[in-house]
């Protein structure tokens, strides 16, 4: 698949209009990710079900994703960038339409499958969009725009739901979302041109299917791992079982059919490779930090879900600020400084969580965790970026879809394992103490699960740490 060329071929194609159509929509698809959370006790009440089922509205959302997204290379080689997001849009706002109007929990499931397949189409195709509009040399800025729409948007969704729902109800957060999605629609169709050559690709429908069993099996089985059963459940077990083996064998024939669905060439790319490890350590981080930290304010101090949106959300901002930063300072000067720093931070910041107590001040939570979230967005957008300039323009389709399905697949893996030690630490406390169903021996559990998970999270920036001394700066011509 060829690509026009970023610096002459591009000069008719107006950016700004461009990027703020998929900047205005991927920050819907990411908003939208995280702020149905803060309605599920309504939802629970309303519809009569339990928090397993409730829990389902954000776990379809993520499978869709996880199953959806890694196809999505194949999908950018073979359709034009156009008609890619007016059908993602059309997806996401039907989607949202459905959820907005349901009368049951069944029709509320079904349109935030639909939209999650919007989000799914979307999501790839502007990291690709934006290898095809900039230079390497000016990825990194743009790419920080990408990060400022990954982090804040999930980082800002319970905070204003909340506040929705306080004046309105949970149908707003689907209508308030739907005029955004319009305007970028009208915005895309307006602006957006076929920026890639399309190639009829043969579709290997096992690959599919295996892709579907492979990365379904393994974010599904994560994602249920944190439920209530933990990681001895049959549901768990066999899902992951099947989804490392249909892995195994999707890698497999990969590597063997001469029009591979993903091509696993780009791991040829040392740079690349690094990157998508580097990542994955990153939102292991983050996805347990964003878990774990509003389990502590509201179970374990006890503050109202409205207060502990409000003190998470400076994080959200100046992660999304620092996106943008990083990735000026990553046009000037590289990758190394800025994630070897990155994962420095953190460390500080997760052994601070790791120390909390029910008597921590609520000041130096906020700031730690904005300390947090500064460390990541120096880490995320450098090596990502770094990573997909190794690669050669025929190749980036297939490295978007590797990105976006590894933070799909992390933030899935970080959010299981930290929820793991947190019950198992909390079963741990509550069996050495006399009343175990007391609140506040129950708050002290939560609080001693959270070290322990947070200590986990050490080892991990400790890791990547030590990872990222191996990343060099890509070089590529002006």
């Not at 374990?300 to 879900?305: E, R």
């Not at 790791?354 to 957008?381: A, D, K, P």
């Amino acid at each position: 698949m060829g690509t026009l060329n970023s610096e002459e071929k591009n000069k008719h194609v107006k950016t700004i209009p461009i990027m703020t159509a998929l900047l205005i929509s991927g920050f819907m698809g990411m908003f939208s990710e995280t702020a149905l959370n803060m309605a599920l006790n309504d939802l629970i009440k309303e519809f009569g079900i339990s928090v397993s089922l409730a829990q389902w509205l954000t776990t379809g959302y993520l499978l869709v994703l996880g199953i959806l997204i890694p196809v999505s290379g194949l999908l950018i080689k073979r359709f034009p960038t156009r008609t890619l997001f007016i059908t993602s849009l059309s997806f996401s706002i039907v989607g949202l339409l459905i959820a907005a109007m349901s009368p049951s929990f069944s029709v509320l499931l079904i349109g935030r499958i639909v939209q999650a397949i919007g989000t799914a189409l979307l999501l790839p195709l502007l990291f690709h969009t934006v290898l095809i509009l900039f230079p390497p040399w000016k990825r990194g800025t743009a790419m920080g725009l990408v990060g400022l729409v990954m982090m804040f948007a999930p980082a800002t969704g319970p905070a204003a739901a909340g506040i929705i729902i306080d004046y309105f109800n949970w149908h707003m957060i689907f209508w308030i979302i739907i005029p955004f999605l319009v305007f970028a629609l009208l915005f895309g169709i307006a602006f957006l041109p076929n920026l890639s050559t399309t190639s009829k690709q043969r579709i290997d429908v096992l690959s599919i299917v295996l892709s579907t069993f492979g990365f379904g099996g393994i974010v599904f089985g994560f994602s249920y791992a944190g439920g209530s059963e933990g990681w001895s459940s049959p549901v768990v077990l066999t899902s992951l079982a099947i989804g490392l083996l249909a892995m195994a064998v999707y890698v497999f024939r990969q590597l063997t059919i001469r029009e591979p669905v993903l091509n696993l060439e780009v791991f040829k790319h040392p740079m690349f490779s690094l990157g998508i490890i580097v990542t994955l350590f990153a939102n292991i981080i983050i996805f347990s930090a964003n878990i774990l930290l509003p389990l502590y304010m509201l179970a374990g101090l006890g503050l109202p879900a409205s207060k502990a949106g409000l003190l998470l959300l400076p994080g959200g901002i100046v992660n999304g600020i620092m996106s943008m930063v990083s990735g000026r300072i990553f046009d000037k000067s590289g990758p190394r400084g800025l994630v070897i720093g990155g994962f420095a931070i953190s460390t500080i910041a997760v052994a601070f969580f790791s120390t909390v107590s029910s008597s921590t001040n609520l000041y130096l939570i906020v700031f730690f965790f904005m300390l947090l979230m500064v460390s990541m967005s120096m880490v995320t957008t450098p090596s990502q970026t770094n990573g997909i300039n190794q690669l050669s323009p025929r190749l980036y389709p297939d490295g978007t879809a590797i990105v976006n399905s590894m933070i799909q697949t992390s933030g899935a893996i970080g959010t299981a394992i930290a929820i793991s030690i947190l019950n198992i630490s909390q079963t741990n406390h509550l069996s050495h103490v006399a009343n175990p169903s007391g609140a506040q021996n129950q708050a002290d559990a939560l609080i001693a699960g959270v070290q322990n998970a947070f200590t986990f999270t050490i080892i991990i920036s400790i890791i990547g740490l030590f990872c990222s001394l191996f990343i060099k700066r890509i070089l590529v011509n002006r």
